[in-house]
């Protein structure tokens, strides 16, 4: 298992758009794949479970990734939490 801590950059934190990119981009990997913020935790993969989150702009969270290709999906996902894009 690996694990990093991330700030969310995207105005709107993860919120709509940026959450339901980072679900499509979760999904494509086989590992799994967790973001905890303020003491709830989420599966990466669920879109209602990243908006339950209710992670904010300039939050602080934690993303854990375990199982095949867990580095890659790692990076890939604190990537595209700190684009301001999202």
Known sequence: M????VIIK?????????AANLVKEAVRHQCAIRVEYNGKTADA?????????????GEEVEVFADGPGEAGAL???VALIESEEG
Do not use: D, E
């Not at 993969?45 to 702009?57: D, E, H, N, P």
């Open 2 to 5: 690996v694990h990093s801590k």
């Open 10 to 18: 995207n105005p709107v934190g993860l919120h709509a758009r940026p």
């Open 45 to 57: 993969k669920s879109i209602l479970q990243v908006l339950a989150l209710g992670a904010g702009c």
């Open 75 to 77: 990076a890939t996902i």
